[in-house]
């Protein structure tokens, strides 16, 4: 730890900085040589950062850089792009109130507050480098239930490639600690994980299942293509989740952020994720496939059957979406025993980039009712979008798409689209709004305040806009 106060009318103010060694088992595999990264406090000694490689847009699968420390007060960084010269760099997302100077062939900049953001030089969205300057994580916590890894590299008990966690457990990842695993909740109530800790290349990342009082915080997931489905995190049939100071990389196929589904009273806020499919996704379906092929050889039903989703909350997100949707509701369901989602909502987020080239899956924010789910209460507020590189800003559809519903929804009735920003780059496609019969309609859609390229929308053209059949009661103001 670096620190260093001034003393100003009796007070003191202090700049404290946590910088985090990378353990000698990585040092040459895990590293990006695309940039330096050097950090300290106003005036005091410059210490290195370790670039973390990171694979990113299931696509291309390039590698750009992460860098990560905590601070308090202020703090200044350099740093400089070692192959090839530059002429500009930007930060994203635009809503960053950082400005780089630049010195030559060093950029510098002072940070004031906690921030997660990126840097690209000339415009190089693929190689570029994620810096995460957090707030310091609450220390260690005290008792006998505290599970404790300190730096360095741990692995997984032998025959398992997750750590399992017991119900009441205090899990605690010290800075420089790196878990080259997944964490297995299946089952568990009261336990909290916490800590500036990575999990490096795990998977499945962390997997709820039938848990409750659940919380998340500060750290720091990495995965490759490694593994298909390799997300962030899965929350199922669980309750009472709280999930805050995330952050998380993702590059394979289906590999969300945060993928929701049956769950209640979840609260996801103050994360940061680049992912290669939906950022984050709320959905009504039990199981993923794989999982409930497995469950259905096993011939034992579910004494405690999944119901429905409802009052999911997604705050102070920062969002970098290489395939898929940003905010997504809806979709997959279960026919035999059909679900509602309910009560969701999306607030103040930044989306710096989005691409989807399949029409189906296109939408910064999108809904979806099939499977014989219904969909009410969901809002977006206070919702900015940088670039569209491909894909749509609206996509609200209550239907039956054959390449992966059996039945149609129930339709969607009720959603606020409120305070919503997109600048109009990239090359985006209509938005769209659209039902399927009177039984499957999209029923009381509200845009307030929506501005493209810095205009107000007014009109569905205006804001290109298609609306279809089964769409009753739209309101543009």
């Given amino acids: 730890m670096l620190a260093s106060s001034l003393l100003l009318g009796g007070a003191a103010l202090a700049d404290t900085l946590r910088t985090y060694s990378v353990p000698p088992a990585l040092l040459y595999s895990a590293h990006n040589d695309d940039f330096t990264v050097r950090v300290r406090t106003p005036g005091g000694e410059w210490r290195d950062v370790y670039e973390y490689r990171v694979q990113v847009d299931t696509d291309t699968k390039q590698n750009a850089s992460m860098v990560y420390f905590d601070f308090e007060g202020s703090v200044e960084l350099e740093v400089l792009k070692n192959n090839g010269r530059f002429d500009q760099v930007l930060v994203a997302p635009l809503s960053s109130k950082v400005r780089p100077q630049r010195v030559g062939a060093v950029v510098r900049m002072t940070l004031t507050r906690p921030e997660r953001f990126s840097l690209q030089f000339d415009d190089d969205r693929l190689h570029n480098l994620h810096i995460i300057a957090g707030k310091p994580p609450a220390p260690r916590p005290a008792g006998d239930d505290v599970v404790y890894f300190e730096p360095g590299v741990h692995t997984p008990p032998p025959g398992l490639d997750y750590f399992p966690v017991k119900s009441g457990q205090r899990v605690y990842l010290e800075g420089g600690a790196v878990l080259k695993g997944a964490f297995d909740l299946n089952g568990v109530t009261d336990v909290k994980i916490s800590g500036r800790g990575l999990l490096w290349d795990p998977g499945r990342g962390i997997d709820l299942d039938k ?133 969701i909502t999306f607030d103040n987020i930044d989306v710096a980039n989005l691409d989807e080239d399949d029409p189906d899956w296109e939408g910064v924010m999108a809904i979806y009712s099939g499977d014989g789910t219904l969909i009410r209460d969901v809002t977006f507020s206070d919702i900015r979008v940088d670039r569209i590189e491909e894909g749509k800003l609206i996509n609200i559809v209550a239907g039956n798409n054959p390449r992966y519903n059996k039945a149609p929804g129930r339709g ?49 053209k205006d804001g290109d806009i298609a609306i279809g059949s089964d769409v009753v009661g739209l309101t543009i103001r």
């Fill in 211 to 343: 848990a409750s009082n659940i919380e998340i915080s500060d750290l720091i997931l990495v995965n490759s293509d490694r593994k298909d489905a390799a997300r962030v995190m899965n929350i199922r049939n669980s309750q009472d989740v709280s999930v805050h100071d995330l952050t998380g990389f993702t590059s394979g196929k289906w590999s969300d952020g945060i993928n929701i589904s049956t769950s209640r009273r979840v609260k996801i806020q103050d994360c940061y994720l680049r992912v290669s499919d939906d950022a984050v996704v709320v959905y009504a379906v039990a199981d993923c496939p794989i999982c409930r092929q497995k469950a259905a050889q096993t011939g034992i039903p579910d004494p405690n059957p999944p119901g429905d989703t409802a009052d999911i909350e997604v705050r102070n997100m920062r969002l970098w979406v290489d395939v898929a949707h940003a905010l997504y509701v809806g979709h997959f369901g279960d026919n035999a025993d059909p679900r509602t989602i309910r009560n």
């Fill in 412 to 460: 969607i009735d009720g959603v606020t689209l409120r305070d919503v920003t997109f600048t109009g780059e990239g090359l985006p496609s209509a938005s769209i709004i659209k039902g399927l019969s009177p039984q499957t309609a999209v029923k009381n859609v509200t845009i307030e305040n929506l501005r493209i390229g810095g205009k107000p929308i007014k009109e569905p």
